[in-house]
């Protein structure tokens, strides 16, 4: 796939602006082309993602985009908060505990507090029930892998059962639901197909956990990596502007998601260069601000305009409460262990990763060690 990189964040917000002239049809499309033996998979599994949402625009799109807007007011995400703290606080208990060990102990804050937090409040939002969380997050991270990675035709076909498998679970969901108040039952009765619901619950079923989770796991590597917020040490991310501020900051540099793709519909021109008709563009919506950018700069990781992410205001409020919490209740952990690998996909990354020990214990043992001089 040959792509026309934009990095320029105006010319990235004037892309995104001009949905006549640069669509997002290629949005869920696969990197790199499925194979035969793939494709039967997940049409065996009646898997398709008609465009609703992400990869939508016209007038349907923004009705489908009111209705959804409706689970994720400033007020309901406001009234999360509490919410996001205690179930925080019940993961970090746990964490705390076996830190509280010797200074060998490490714990992986991405397991033990990233990957539950979103699936959670999700869940509590949409109405829409979450599968058992180790396969929630298989079958998000490997589709992840078959839409914005590059699987060879071999991986393709284990990724492929995977997405089969979500997609049928939704399949399962979307019927379930439908007469009552949740977000899948409101899109049916207002004349959603069956498909369409899944697509639209597909996307956000990977964009309204997943990619917060991956962003927790940046936010808390580069918090601890870097001892805080302007010059601060890691427990100082326990004072609320602290820890609001760093996670700007990390929406600004090295977002999740941070990229996205939109199709040219015909040849335009942008700042005076030329794009052909059906180009490919890859907008750099992370990374690529000044550094003297304005405080509002990391917006554009959650996108611009009509197709401005829905669940903003609140990835970025649990990333922010579950960094706050963390410094609060674990302010002396130092990382632990080589560099993590790292999630490296088109349009997502993040540290797969994030293990710790607890610094005081490393100093208690050393400052008991025996004087050989």
């Not at 990390?250 to 030329?274: C, K, P």
């Amino acid at each position: 796939m040959s792509l026309h990189v934009i990095g320029d964040p105006a010319q990235v917000r004037e892309i995104m602006r001009r949905t006549d002239d640069f669509a997002p049809s290629n949005a869920l499309t696969s990197v790199v082309p499925l194979a035969p033996a793939t494709l039967r998979i997940l049409s065996k599994a009646r898997f398709a993602l008609p465009p609703i949402l992400a990869s939508a625009t016209g007038e349907r799109h923004r009705a489908v985009r009111t209705m959804v807007a409706r689970f994720f007011t400033p007020a309901k995400v406001a009234a999360i908060g509490p919410r996001v703290r205690e179930l925080t606080q019940a993961r970090l208990a746990t964490s705390a505990s076996a830190l509280a060990g010797t200074s060998a102990t490490a714990v992986d804050l991405a397991d033990t507090v990233a990957r539950y937090i979103p699936p959670v409040i999700m869940a509590e939002l949409t109405g829409v029930p979450i599968p058992e969380l180790g396969l929630l997050k298989r079958w998000s991270q490997d589709s992840l892998e078959l839409f914005w990675g590059w699987p060879d035709p071999d991986r393709q076909l284990v990724l492929a059962r995977s997405a089969a498998d979500f997609y049928e679970w939704l399949q399962e969901q979307a019927v379930a639901a439908r007469g009552t108040d949740s977000l899948f039952g409101v899109l049916d009765q207002a004349g959603l197909s069956l498909a369409e619901v899944c697509s639209l619950g597909y996307f956000l079923g990977i964009a309204g956990q997943e990619t917060t989770s991956l962003l927790i796991n940046t936010a808390l590597y580069r918090g601890i990596e870097n001892k805080g917020h302007d010059g601060g040490d890691w427990a100082s991310l326990a004072n609320p502007h602290s820890a609001a501020a760093h996670v700007r900051q990390v929406l600004t540099t090295e977002s999740s998601v941070h990229t996205w793709r939109r199709a040219a519909l015909r040849q335009s021109v942008l700042d005076g260069a030329v794009l052909p008709a059906g180009a490919e563009i890859l907008l750099e919506l992370s990374g690529q601000h000044p550094k003297d950018a304005s405080p509002t700069a990391y917006t554009l990781a959650f996108g611009y305009g009509l197709h401005r992410c829905l669940g903003a205001r609140l990835a970025e409020l649990e990333t922010a409460l579950v960094v706050e919490e963390t410094a609060r209740l674990l302010p002396h952990v130092v990382l632990a262990g080589p560099e993590p690998q790292w999630l490296r996909l088109l349009s997502f990354q993040a540290p797969l990763s994030v293990s710790v020990k607890s610094a005081v214990s490393v100093e208690r043992n050393v400052s008991d060690e025996p004087n050989l001089s």
